[in-house]
């Protein structure tokens, strides 16, 4: 299991920005798929973007346009920028990293702790 550790969150109003970091170990950072996703009360966990070991983003349809996933492997960082914040956007995001290969199965991987973004309308 790798530690991963989400800072950025908070509560902000709609139209607002927020940017999220998620900070891994050493170990294998570079060579994997990283990535947020996100839970809202009554609902299902859900993919919000990913960033591959070679830099290729991939998100979910309901932040395409607002928000940016980049990497700093030199700092074993990912970041979210979301722009355009709406109530909906609401949720427990959570980090999380794996291989390239399995990044998108629920079984694999290693999960951060979550962290809350509340946008009030």
């Known amino acids: 299991q790798v530690q991963l550790v989400e800072s950025g969150g908070g509560l902000v109003q709609a139209g607002g920005s927020l940017r999220l970091s998620c900070a891994g170990s050493k170990n294998f950072f570079g060579v994997s798929t990283v990535g947020w996703y996100r839970q809202a009360p009554g609902k299902q966990r859900e993919l919000v973007a990913a960033i591959s070991s070679t830099g290729i983003p991939n998100y979910g349809d309901s932040v395409k346009g607002r928000f940016t996933i980049s990497r700093v492997n030199a700092k074993y960082t990912m970041y979210l920028q979301m722009n355009s914040l709406k109530p909906e956007d609401t949720a427990v995001y959570y980090c999380?990293?794996?291989?390239?290969?399995?990044?998108?199965?629920?079984?694999?991987?290693?999960w951060g702790q979550g962290i809350q973004v509340t946008v009030s309308s």
């Open positions: 999380k990293l794996g291989t390239d290969r399995y990044f998108y199965e629920p079984e694999y991987g290693s």
